[in-house]
């Protein structure tokens, strides 16, 4: 695990051609690139975010890390936002302020964006982590776990709020569960040929742990790891969390 130091990065905004202000914090340093990408109303502050920005500044390695319109620093209504739009944002960042190979640690949302990049960047993603990825969770954990008469008050409101673990209710829109049915993954083989490390607590309340398996059955590559953490929770942020996650991210890293 790293010791603790001080990170030195650039930060800043990339502006949206609609003028929405991107937000981001970059490591110069030796390729590839870490990008990490947050999840669903999280942000680039987090745990893991911080934790691998640390690793990265002691090995010298380029990270990038950011915020979703809507998220974090970045402007925007989170309300406003999809899997598309976020998605959008993410490659954005990514095109306007990294170059060469890249490395990518997505966390539950983050899991479904950068699996989205790997696909769109195949020449310059060399490795995919996944820390309780979630992909296609508008359909599967939202839409199909609504009652009736939930999916009914969303389609005609437009917006409801959902109860959630982790603070105020989150704002569930029609919009984003729409948009969401045009980006899903697990439906059919995932064409994905980068060596993939999927991380995943089996007390996860939010993902449930078999989705990292069926993940590994979509995706095409031969080089996919699964590793299941018995009694970790959908943030796998405990020190020993944090660890293990540094050590899959060096192991695919060029010594």
């Known amino acids: 695990m790293t010791e603790e ?74 309300e406003d936002g999809t899997i598309g739009l976020w998605s959008a944002d993410a490659l954005q960042l990514i095109d306007g302020l990294t170059e060469g190979p890249l490395v990518l ?39 199909q776990t609504m009652p009736p008469s939930a999916q009914a008050a969303l389609m005609d409101k437009g917006v409801i709020q959902t109860p959630s ?7 569930v829109t029609r919009a984003l ?20 490390r999927l991380l995943q607590g089996q007390n996860d309340p939010d993902v449930p742990w078999r989705t990292a398996l069926t993940i590994s059955e979509r995706i095409e590559s031969d080089d996919v790891q699964v590793i299941l953490i018995k009694d970790g929770d959908h943030r796998l942020s405990r020190d020993s969390d944090l ?8 192991g695919l890293l060029p010594v």
Not at 109 to 117: A, T
Not at 177 to 196: N, T, Y
């Open 177 to 196: 569960i729409e948009d969401g049915r045009h980006h899903l993954l697990l439906g059919g083989p995932i064409p994905l040929r980068c060596p993939v």
């Open 105 to 143: 640690v997505g966390s539950s949302m983050g899991g479904w964006i950068g699996l989205k990049l790997a696909l769109a960047l195949p020449d310059r993603v060399m490795g995919f982590v996944g820390v309780a990825a979630a992909p296609d969770f508008t359909e599967t954990l939202i839409w």
């Open 5 to 78: 130091r001080d990170v030195f990065e650039e930060t800043g905004f990339l502006v949206r051609g609609d003028g929405v202000g991107l937000a981001w914090k970059r490591l110069p340093g030796r390729g590839p690139t870490l990008v990490f990408l947050p999840g669903f109303r999280s942000d680039m502050e987090g745990s893991k975010a911080l934790h691998l920005a640390r690793f990265a500044a002691l090995r010298g390695q380029a990270m990038l890390r950011l915020d979703y319109s809507g998220h974090g620093s970045s402007g925007g209504r989170f």
């Open 165 to 171: 673990e982790y603070g105020e209710p989150l704002p």
């Open 243 to 250: 660890a293990l996650l540094e050590d899959v991210v060096l």
